[in-house]
């Protein structure tokens, strides 16, 4: 029997810190565990990622923390995640994250099925441009997956906790999600280091859900290496098939660069119709 992971058991009014009170626990993993809190000094609801109690002297989960603070220092774009300030030395080293109103992809996905395409493409264009952006500040995110993408206007790439400069994220393996790594990521004895190509992988296997409401690839181990994507939907514009498969290459070179996916389906989301919101157009 595996043992869960310790906790701080915040509950709701609990101090973090004397600045940050406890709202509601958000989710966590092996080193963190991430809580809504009132913050005294922005006033107003953020997120903290904060290390667990039995990892806080250990010098990898801090280690990782540190990496995560940098990124956000370095990143600065609408799509992407801010942070708003750290304490790394403390008893409960943590890092203060904006609060995104809105839902994750993944849960619309599993709650509600495909996304249309009004919902499908602006989400890619924007996660594109993302992309492009880390690419020219020579960084890669490493974990792009419906989970890190927080659906609104834009839509918002979360967790940096993986994200590295290139030199560094071109020597790591298997970093990552597993059913959403790129086959550099989980083998690049074989297909080379991982980089920006690795993110456009990532952001093609969201999408492709986003537009199916299933994997496009699924099984144990990682399927990515040998077998072909799934089947899209016969509905699928064809210009959105054409992007999506070409990054789901499995040869990073053979990828488009993340501004190619934007021009791509910059013209589909234009012969969209147009949606009154408020007394305003949309689209």
Same mark, same amino acid.
């Given at each position: 029997?595996?043992? *869960?992971p310790?906790?701080?058991c915040?509950a =709701?009014?609990?101090?973090i810190?004397a600045?940050? #009170?406890a709202? !509601? @626990?958000? $989710?966590?993993?092996?080193?963190?565990?991430?809580?809504l809190?009132?913050?005294?000094?922005?006033y107003a609801?953020?997120?903290?990622?904060v290390?667990?109690p039995?990892?806080?002297?250990?010098?990898h989960?801090?280690?990782?923390?540190?990496?995560?603070?940098q990124a956000?220092?370095?990143?600065n774009?609408p799509?992407?995640?801010?942070g708003l300030?750290?304490?790394?030395? *403390?008893?409960?080293p943590h890092?203060?994250? =904006?609060?995104?109103?809105g839902p994750?992809?993944? #849960?619309?996905v !599993? @709650?509600? $099925?495909?996304?249309?395409?009004q919902?499908?493409?602006p989400?890619?264009?924007e996660?594109a441009?993302?992309?492009?952006?880390?690419r020219?500040?020579g960084?890669?995110?490493?974990d792009?997956?419906?989970?890190?993408?927080?659906?609104?206007?834009?839509?918002?790439?979360?967790?940096?906790?993986?994200?590295?400069?290139l030199?560094?994220?071109a020597?790591?393996?298997?970093?990552g999600?597993?059913?959403?790594?790129?086959?550099e990521?989980?083998d690049p004895?074989r297909?080379?280091?991982?980089?920006?190509a690795?993110?456009v992988?990532?952001?093609?296997?969201?999408?492709?859900e986003?537009?199916a409401?299933y994997?496009?690839?699924?099984?144990?181990?990682?399927?990515?290496?040998?077998?072909?994507?799934f089947?899209?939907?016969?509905?699928?514009p064809?210009?959105?098939?054409?992007?999506l498969?070409a990054?789901?290459?499995r040869?990073?070179a053979?990828?488009p660069?993340?501004?190619?996916?934007a021009?791509?389906?910059?013209?589909?989301?234009d012969?969209q119709?147009?949606?009154?919101?408020?007394?305003f157009?949309?689209?």
């Amino acid at each position: 029997m595996v043992a *869960s992971p310790a906790s701080w058991c915040f509950a =709701e009014g609990d101090p973090i810190t004397a600045e940050l #009170t406890a709202v !509601r @626990r958000l $989710g966590g993993g092996s080193a963190y565990e991430a809580y809504l809190a009132f913050d005294e000094v922005t006033y107003a609801p953020v997120v903290v990622k904060v290390v667990r109690p039995d990892q806080v002297a250990d010098e990898h989960a801090l280690r990782g923390l540190v990496r995560e603070v940098q990124a956000l220092a370095t990143v600065n774009h609408p799509v992407v995640v801010r942070g708003l300030r750290h304490d790394l030395t *403390s008893g409960r080293p943590h890092v203060v994250l =904006e609060h995104i109103d809105g839902p994750r992809l993944s #849960t619309l996905v !599993r @709650r509600y $099925g495909p996304l249309q395409e009004q919902q499908y493409l602006p989400l890619a264009i924007e996660l594109a441009s993302a992309l492009h952006y880390l690419r020219r500040l020579g960084w890669a995110h490493l974990d792009v997956k419906p989970s890190n993408v927080i659906m609104g206007a834009p839509a918002r790439l979360i967790d940096l906790s993986v994200a590295r400069p290139l030199a560094d994220a071109a020597r790591t393996r298997l970093i990552g999600t597993d059913a959403y790594m790129s086959p550099e990521q989980a083998d690049p004895d074989r297909y080379g280091g991982p980089g920006p190509a690795s993110d456009v992988w990532g952001v093609c296997a969201t999408v492709f859900e986003a537009v199916a409401g299933y994997r496009a690839f699924d099984g144990p181990g990682f399927p990515q290496l040998d077998e072909e994507p799934f089947e899209l939907p016969e509905r699928t514009p064809a210009e959105v098939v054409k992007i999506l498969y070409a990054g789901l290459e499995r040869r990073p070179a053979d990828r488009p660069l993340p501004h190619e996916v934007a021009e791509a389906l910059e013209p589909v989301l234009d012969r969209q119709p147009a949606v009154r919101l408020g007394g305003f157009e949309t689209r």
